[in-house]
C-alpha cells in the first residue's frame, strides 16, 4: 500500500484547491464553489470599494482556471482593471511567514469544516504523506516534479498545503487541537496586522479568525 500521495487527482481530486461543488465555502456572506477562487479573491488590494466587489464576483462567478488568472494578473476584469495585489501578500515577517500562507490556512479550514464528507475523507488518508505535485513549477504549495524543478538543488520544496492538510488531519482524527503554544503561532500568523485590518479583510473578528486558523470550533454554512 502507498505510503505518499503525490498528486491531488482522481481519487484524491477533493484535496485539491481546484475540486469543485455548488456552495462549497461560505464565505463573505456568499458561496465560493472552489476554495481556489476564495485563496485568488483574498488577494485582492484594491481600496476602492466598488472594484473590490466586481473584482471578487468576477472570479466568484468565472471558472476556477480564469480565477487563477485573475490572480496572477494575467487576465483583466470586465472593466479593465488587473488585481493589485495585497501590499504583504508575498513579504515574509519576522518569522518567515508570508500572509498567503494564513490565507490558505482560512480556506482549508473553510473547506473541511463545512463539508463533513470531505472532512471524512481526509481522514481516510490515514498516515500517508500528502504532497501537491505538480508540473507547474509550484514548490511553495507543493511539489514541482517537471525535469527542471527536479533537477535544480537550490529549489526550496516547502509543499506548504500538503502540511496543512496534514495538520489538519491530525486534529480532525484526534477530535481536538493539536498541543501547540497558540501565542506563538499567533504571532507568526499575525504579526504586522491590528485588529481593524484583520475585521477588514477576513470580516470576523480577531477570535473567530484564531478558531478558524486553528480548527478549534467547527463553523458551518448557513442552514
Known sequence: MTKIIDSFRGEYD??????????LIHYDNRYW?????????????????????LQKETIRLGTTKESKAYGKGKKKFPDGSIL?????????????IEFKQTAMSVVTALKYTQNPDL???????REKTLIEGNYWHDNYFGICYCEKCINDNLIKRRNVLGKL???SRTEYTLQQPLEIDLKDLQEKFMEGLDRHE????????????????????????PS
Open 14 to 23: 477533493f484535496l485539491s484547491n481546484f475540486f469543485e461543488r455548488d456552495k
Open 33 to 53: 464553489n472552489s476554495s481556489e477562487k476564495l485563496y485568488q479573491a483574498l488577494k485582492i488590494g484594491t481600496t476602492n470599494i466598488q472594484e473590490e466587489e
Open 84 to 96: 493589485k495585489l495585497r501590499y504583504d501578500w508575498d513579504t515574509p515577517n519576522s518569522l518567515g
Open 119 to 125: 472532512k471524512d475523507m481526509l481522514i481516510a488518508t
Open 165 to 167: 492538510l496534514m495538520f
Open 198 to 221: 484583520l475585521e477588514d479583510i477576513f470580516h470576523y473578528s480577531y477570535d473567530v479568525l484564531r478558531r478558524y486558523l486553528y480548527r478549534n470550533t467547527p463553523f458551518n454554512k
